[in-house]
């Protein structure tokens, strides 16, 4: 199946999340509510991507 344009930037926008994730993780102080609220995203691009 070919990739398009959509699928790089969704996919794009996934590994910025997960470095986000990664981030605040890292954190002295990591904030739960923002790494949940990453995760619920990064999710929804994932199913977004497998439904392509």
Known sequence: MQSTPHQHALEAK???LDRRIAEETNRP????????ELKKQKLRLKEEIISL
């Open 14 to 16: 996934h590994a910025t």
């Open 29 to 36: 102080l990591p904030d739960t509510a923002t790494i949940a």
